[in-house]
């Protein structure tokens, strides 16, 4: 089992005793902020902005809770919860005041290139195991690559640089696959076979050419 893997089965076993504890208790508020802020530390090499946004959400969390335990003189829960939160503060100084600042105020350039690289992720993930799903991913994550390069180019940044060169990457990828494997995956996009509804929508459908 991947590190990954580990992280995602901790966080997942957290939220199942998060959500059969008693409401109200102090141990289940840490630990809920403890899951977030384990779930951003899981995505800081896999995708940086949805790591920022995560760890932000768990600053959220922890303000929210130093009002509510604040109010009930809970001296240990506030020492506690600024412990996580300086915790928190610490693991976001990995990250450029750039990075957070586009993290936290995305365009819609911004959350098409996050989709994009979670596609190519997955895609590349499954390449040796499930090659027809892989090529489904590997076709949306080029089409949402398409929709960001969109934005990118009338805001003239530099982020369309780096969109054009990882949409490149996962045009290559393709030549993982044979043209038989890539012409059968785009017939099951168009007819709507074996992949999640909110894969491709009706226009993403339409562009793919046969």
Do not use: W
Not at 130 to 152: E, G, P
Not at 193 to 199: A, L, R, S, V
């Amino acid at each position: 089992m991947s590190m990954l893997n580990n992280i995602g089965k901790r966080y997942r076993s957290q939220k199942k005793l998060i959500s059969e504890g008693k409401a109200g208790n102090p141990e289940y508020a840490l630990k809920k902020i403890e899951a977030v802020v384990d779930q951003a530390r899981s995505f800081q090499n896999l995708n940086r902005s949805q790591a920022i946004t995560i760890a932000n959400k768990a600053l959220d969390d922890c303000e929210q809770a130093l009002e509510k335990y604040r109010k009930v003189d809970d001296i240990d829960m506030v020492f506690e919860i600024n412990a996580i939160k300086s915790e928190i503060q610490g693991f976001l100084t990995n990250f450029s005041v750039e990075e957070v600042d586009r993290a936290l105020h995305k365009s819609d350039g911004d959350n098409y290139l996050d989709e994009a690289r979670k596609r190519l992720i997955f895609a590349k993930k499954v390449k040796n195991i499930k090659r027809h799903d892989s090529i489904i991913y590997l076709l949306a994550a080029i089409k949402r690559y398409d929709d960001a390069l969109i934005f990118f180019r009338q805001e003239n940044v530099g982020r369309k640089d780096i969109a054009e060169a990882e949409k490149k990457d996962a045009e290559d990828f393709l030549n993982y696959f044979t043209e038989d494997e890539i012409a059968e995956a785009k017939k099951s996009v168009l007819k709507g076979e074996g992949i999640e509804d909110d894969i491709f929508d009706v226009d993403d459908k339409k562009s793919i050419d046969l």
